[in-house]
């Protein structure tokens, strides 16, 4: 089993980044593929990023891609989101989450979640 902490979420002005870190607990978190998904208000919670166990396998939403970076280290636990360019359609709470069977982009493939961070982009 794995607990995830997300951290790094705050308020932004449209252009600008931020860096959401999620530390694991656990000594088989590299055995794991990570993901990021995201849920604003009155919406279904969505697939942003996910990276394989290794790191060298990464999927982007759309809708993110070429603005957001995922990365993971394995030695410190932590998987990490860079977001740069933000905009106000960016404004959710991130969640990152855990799958044992590899690198996926569907809810329902992910076995452990974290509690989220809010993002908050303004124009």
């Known amino acids: 089993q794995v607990q995830l902490v997300e951290s790094g979420g705050g308020l932004v002005q449209a252009g600008g980044s931020l860096r959401l870190s999620c530390a694991a607990s656990?000594?088989?978190?590299?055995?794991?593929?990570m993901g990021w998904f995201r849920q604003a208000p009155g919406k279904e919670r969505e697939f942003v990023a996910a990276?394989?166990?290794?790191?060298?396998?990464?999927y982007y939403a759309g809708s993110v891609k070429g603005r957001f970076t995922i990365s993971r280290d394995n030695a410190k636990n932590t998987v990490y989101l860079q977001m740069n360019s933000l905009k106000p359609e960016d404004t959710a709470v991130y969640y990152c989450?855990?799958?044992?069977?590899?690198?996926?982009?569907?809810?329902?493939?992910?076995?452990?979640w974290g509690q989220g961070t809010q993002v908050t982009v303004s124009s």
């Open positions: 989450a855990a799958a044992t069977l590899g690198i996926a982009t569907m809810r329902y493939e992910y076995d452990y």
């Open positions: 656990g000594r088989t978190f590299s055995s794991y593929a």
């Open positions: 990276i394989s166990w290794s790191g060298d396998i990464t």
